[in-house]
């Protein structure tokens, strides 16, 4: 058996071993934490993606042990592999912070910020992204794209104005499915993911094009609007399933499944199973298995403590018993009728009374009975 070659790399001051042919993003991902790129578009488990988005960027600044020169340009990291000796600058360089931040502005020009709306919220890469490298404001001028609307059928719902072009679900549907229904078609400003001719994807696999979206172009129409992920409560299950390798996350709040996905590592991608395969999940486990009863729970799944959706995920603690509602038990039984606005209601809203003249911070004085301040 031939002995591997192994190359050394240091990245962002830290030093690795790696075999001949790793990327330097698979290096950086080896060393872990914030040495590694964010990647929008790269997906180790699609064969050729990458080299599309650009968000992970890095600067060369040794090229080899042979060859020293530093590489004239910045490098897309998805697609570069390392060389013996290369050293690697990610967030040590100012000029990969810059120019990330510049791509970020890029593919921020045309998505809506409909965050507040969108499914994808709480675990859409480009939401991290923009939070760790965008600007608070747009320099963008004109109008956004907008498209015709794509039925693909009745599990997938496609929001193209939020597309990134990233080609991650068009790798999904070639390489998971023996027909592939959808793609980009057009180019340039009117590229956009459609079918020809509005067929809807129903393959048997097709669901993971939803996993693998970075953002929310593609998500759940059984999920749409239902919950925020971080409300729900992600737990490890199985099921023998005849189709794919059953192995899921159920997304419940109490006993109710209302979401259900393939279980993703801490890049995002699909995790392998225990026999090395990528863990993809078929329709059947992702769409039609919302009872708790179908799953064999495995427990609580652990969720990375900067992630939003640990804010409702307390580890060891989760059963499947429903969140108590307070809200009769603390008002003598009665269920709320009405809702009132508290901007109409509130006396500190009343005209009579100038905030901005009173002398000191408000107190109950403030509004007393007949309503006229004391300033
Ligand atoms: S729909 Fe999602 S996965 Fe497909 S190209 Fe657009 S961003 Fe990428
Ligand atoms: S992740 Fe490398 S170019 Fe998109």
Redesign the pocket.
């Known amino acids: 058996m031939s002995e591997q070659i192994l190359f050394k790399v240091t990245i962002d001051n830290i030093t690795i071993e790696v075999p001949a042919g790793t990327t330097v993003l698979q290096a950086a991902r080896l060393i872990g934490g914030q040495v590694a790129p964010p990647a929008m578009c790269f997906y180790s488990k699609l064969e050729g993606s990458g080299g599309k988005c650009r968000t992970c960027l890095v600067e060369v600044s040794k090229g080899s042990e042979k060859d020293p020169r530093p590489m004239p340009k910045l490098v897309v990291s998805c697609r570069t592999t390392v060389m013996d000796g290369m050293e690697v600058k990610n967030i040590t360089s100012e000029k990969v912070l810059d120019a990330r931040a510049g791509v970020v502005e890029f593919l921020l020009l045309n998505h809506p910020l409909d965050c507040p709306i969108c499914d994808q919220a709480g675990e859409c890469h480009l939401q991290d992204l923009s939070f760790d490298h965008g600007k608070a404001e747009t320099r963008y001028e004109f109008q956004r794209r907008t498209f015709k609307k794509h039925d693909l059928g009745k599990n997938i719902q496609l929001h193209m104005t939020r597309?990134?072009?990233?080609?991650?679900?068009?790798y999904t549907a070639d390489q998971l499915t023996n027909k592939r229904v959808h793609g980009?078609l057009d180019r340039g400003d009117h590229a956009e993911?459609a079918t020809h001719i509005e067929k809807s994807l129903d393959n048997e696999f097709i669901g993971n094009?939803i996993d693998?979206?970075?953002?929310g172009?593609?998500t759940d129409k059984t999920f749409r609007f239902k919950n925020r992920v971080w409300f729900l409560k992600p737990m490890d299950a199985h099921r023998d399933c005849p189709t794919c390798s059953g192995r899921v996350t159920l997304w419940n709040r109490g006993d109710e499944v209302y979401r259900v996905t393939a279980r993703k590592d801490q890049w995002g991608e699909i995790e392998d199973t225990p026999e090395g395969q990528p863990g993809w999940i078929c329709n059947t486990c992702r769409f039609d298995k919302k009872e708790a009863a179908d799953w064999i729970i495995e427990g609580p799944r652990e969720i990375s403590r900067q992630s939003v959706i640990a804010q409702g995920h307390y580890a060891g603690q989760i059963g499947t018993t429903k969140p108590t509602e307070i809200f009769a038990a603390v008002n003598d039984g009665r269920t709320p009728h009405l809702l009132m606005d508290i901007h109409d209601e509130s006396e500190v809203n009343l005209p009579n009374v100038h905030l901005g003249k009173i002398q000191g911070p408000s107190n109950g004085d403030t509004f007393n009975t007949n309503n006229t301040h004391k300033a």
């Open positions: 597309c990134i072009l990233c080609y991650r679900c068009v980009i993911i094009v693998v979206c970075p953002v172009a593609l």
